[in-house]
């Protein structure tokens, strides 16, 4: 790619922002390095196409029915292929632009991402040599369990030994933690020596998350009596978890990693909580640093929203897996939180359709509820009824971590999640509305920037301070009135002075894309009224209701709910069919 140098073109007056703009340079150097207007026009569009999470566009006959072909001939395919810009695969000297015999036209990086990732993939399962584990031993890790709803968890703690590459997927409450948990200690019992284990996700809350939740696992084992030669085992899996970018070392200042195929990491086992919120390039630089014997166990739902950045790695891999038949993946399905059951089975209906979510709505009864909100004044008057009800639970003066701990406890029963960001159904104007009626309720001096019960989400990483995207901190005066933020920590909780918060948001509105990897008792859904709007999926409803343990309120126009309902989003890529597909 060096060879080409970027130069100089007039700007339209008009020119959009965002990616929009980045498609519209694109182009503009297309045409400045000699493509046709054709090839710049696709280009433009490529662009644009990974704003929004794809990672190719067919041009062609799409290899699946859910990618939907775009406006171009047998002329125009064979015009572009005549390009020398364009590669028809990505071996060789690079190119700018790759359109594979399929017709899927892509950048060339995420061509090469995604063909060093199915061939990472297949070389794991190749090498796969599964070894059997005793039905006693299964019993003593499942303290005897064989029911129906435990035969899942057994069968990937059984499958899991001698490969290279597992994936469990499940919705929350199937026992996604504690069932990765069994399979590390089958694994370190499998061992002759201690095994070293890095578990990851790719947010520091969602690391957070996991490693608690493998502690409280640790405790229900022993509890349940596992034999001491298993408590050896248990004992070797680490209490902590990291971001992925931690554990590869991330380098800012050129955007690669410390960790890669020159210089593997140590683990023998890794896992990777959360994996949906992985994109591609991510996953590509985790297999590049992986040792070829090391075990790669990815865990999530692959029903959630896709990562940020481009591709649909997990849904794409389960997809492939699915498709197949492999014995390398385990979905979960049972719900064992009991008084979550009738909410799981509204967002699990909700990829079935309107008359099958309508169906489960009704079973849910109170647990989950419509609100019509289809203008401002609707929005305004269902916002002061939630701020009324976070007003009344004003934090008292925290003088100790248990104090702090309660009240963030409290702060997680409550939550709004907006599908939009900005715009006034957004989650920046929903979250400064819900400011000004706690600062009115709560008798807060006017440029007071910290109060006493001021929410906020950290937005940036910051290993310094061991803060992370996604962190939520709760403001607390103590009982002479000194301010501290506190957020939940391994440790236990950590308090900071305002001024030492790192870059950070109001958290009393998130968007559903950052509220993912963390729970809370009670959650309301915002969506646009706007019934066309693309940001209406079913991802998206599913991903919010989800974050839901006991209740959930839905915000919304009946049209747009049925909008969501009707829209499966799926990212167009090569991923799946070429993981079933060699030489695809």
Known sequence: MSAYRFASAPRPADQPLGWQALGDALRRWVLAHGGSDLLACWAQRICEAEGKGNTAVY????????????ECTDEELAALRAQPLVAADDIGAPRPFVLD???????????RDETQVIAALRERRAVAAPAPLAEADLDRLFAGRKDQAVMPQRQAVL??????????????????????LRMLVRLQHDASAPLAMALTAPTGKAAQRLAQSLRQGRES?????????????LACVPETAQTLHRLLGYQRWNGGYLHHAGHRLAADAVVVDEASMADLSLLRALLDALRPEAALILVGDADQLASVGAGSALMDIVEAQDREGASDLVRLQHCFRTRQQALAGVYQSVHAGPDAFAAALAQAGEDVRRHEVKDRKQLQAIL????????????VPCIDADGAHAALQTLSCQQLLCALREGPFGATAAAAAIE???????????GDAWYPGRAVVVVRNDYAAGLFNGDVG?????????????????????AFAPEAVPAHESAFALTVHRSQGSEYDRVAVLLPPADGSPILTQQLLYTALSRARLQAELWCTHGALVAALKHGVRRSGGLAERMLHPGG
């Open 474 to 494: 709760l403001c607390l005066a103590d009982a002479d009135g000194r301010l501290s933020v506190w957020f939940e920590s391994e440790a236990g909780v950590r």
């Open 221 to 233: 084992l022993l509890a349940a009596g596992l034999p001491a030669d298993w408590r050896a085992a």
């Open 59 to 70: 041009l062609g006959t799409p290899a699946h029915d859910r990618d939907e072909p775009l």
């Open 384 to 395: 002061r009824r939630w701020s009324q009800q976070l007003a009344a639970r004003a934090p």
């Open 159 to 180: 499958r899991v030994g001698g490969r290279r590459l597992f994936v469990l997927t499940g919705g929350p409450g199937t026992g996604k933690t504690a069932t990765v």
């Open 436 to 446: 000004r009626a706690l600062r009115a309720a709560w008798h807060v001096p006017e």
């Open 101 to 111: 015999a399929e017709g899927r036209f892509y950048l060339w990086r995420n061509r």
